[in-house]
Nanobody, 123 residues
């Protein structure tokens, strides 16, 4: 089982990026998928998640209104569209299998994690 996060890069404040989480070995449409980020020296933060049937979607307060999570089951991929990026969005972003609730993201030791993709917001 492998989750591959991609799409990170350098973007100016106010810009946009779309992250992708592609899976092999599992079919994402039966899994809740979450996005996390970790900036240097900071704790990992749950950013967003989407439940297996899209019945629950969660966004952290820090990204609500700017980020949108979605999935394309035909491509076995979950996306995170990030708009109006701020310098404080700079971090390594990871995707993982999770338990997605409308108010939180739950993780367990048995969850699958991608390797991370770096997002740098800077002018």
């Amino acid at each position: 089982v492998q989750l591959q996060a991609s799409g990170g890069g350098l973007v100016e404040p106010g810009g946009s990026l779309r992250l992708s989480c592609a899976a092999s070995g599992i079919t994402l449409d039966i899994w809740d998928i979450g996005w996390f980020r970790q900036a240097p020296g900071q704790e990992r933060e749950g950013v967003s998640c989407i439940s297996s049937r899209d019945t629950s979607i969660y966004y952290a307060d820090s990204v609500t209104g700017r980020f949108t999570i979605s999935r394309d089951n035909a491509k076995n991929t979950v996306y995170l569209q990030m708009n109006s990026l701020k310098r404080e969005d700079t971090a390594v972003y990871y995707c993982a299998t999770v338990l997605c609730l409308t108010s939180s993201i739950g993780t367990m030791p048995s969850d699958y994690w991608g390797q991370g993709t770096l997002v740098t917001v800077s002018s």
